[in-house]
């Protein structure tokens, strides 16, 4: 249910932007590999400055692995926020940027050789921050998405929202970052308390 300041605003043209956060919990020594999907579509990003194309490929991507995988999600949340003023959006997705990137090895390690997984002792949980911004609605993103066929929804509307071109911004953050590195269930609860249960 829209409120009246929203009707106002639509009313007068303005342009309405949200801001979604999406964090998945994923366990099991089966989810390693999304370590290389996650590192891959990031060194893609880095290699073409950010293009929003690319970025948005990227992002679709993951969404259609992390859906593959869904028999691994174990607990999820999500977060967001609607603006008519894109500054204001921006804001708060360089505060959600900094909060993702702040969390338990949460972040992209572009020197990292698929050759060195041979002999890397192999994480069982791991935490995907999928964070967009994009303009006007998208209904199954802005509801709560603890639930499975929520979640479902909302990662297939993230890749509808790239094939629509209505992305403004894509941040992708995961914890641990690479391979070796490990995410412990008491990490995981000191990390990322805000997760609820599948």
């Not at 990003?45 to 028999?71: F, K, R, S, W």
């Not at 959600?96 to 698929?114: N, V």
């Amino acid at each position: 249910m829209s409120s009246w300041r929203d009707r106002l605003n639509r009313a007068s043209g303005k342009t309405r932007f949200a801001v979604c956060r999406i964090l998945l919990h994923l366990a099991g020594k089966e989810v390693a590999p999304l370590l290389g999907v996650l590192n891959q579509t990031g060194r893609q990003a880095v290699e073409h400055e950010g293009d929003m194309h690319v970025l948005g490929e990227g992002l679709a991507e993951i969404c259609q692995t992390l859906l593959q995988y869904d028999l691994y999600w174990q607990s999820a949340t999500n977060e967001g926020d609607v603006f008519w003023d894109e500054g204001e959006a921006g804001d708060y997705v360089d505060e959600l940027f900094t909060d993702s990137a702040g969390r338990y090895q949460s972040g992209l390690d572009l020197d990292a050789s698929p050759e060195d997984a041979l002999s890397l002792p192999i994480t069982h949980n791991l935490v995907v921050m999928l964070t967009v911004a994009y303009e006007g609605e998208s209904p199954d993103l802005e509801t709560d998405l603890a639930d499975l066929a929520a979640l479902k929804a909302g990662l297939k509307a993230m890749i509808n929202l790239h094939y629509q071109g209505r992305l403004r911004a894509v941040q992708v953050h995961f914890s641990p970052a690479q391979l070796g590195d490990e995410l412990t269930s008491e990490q995981l609860l000191l990390n990322f308390p805000e997760l609820l249960p599948l």
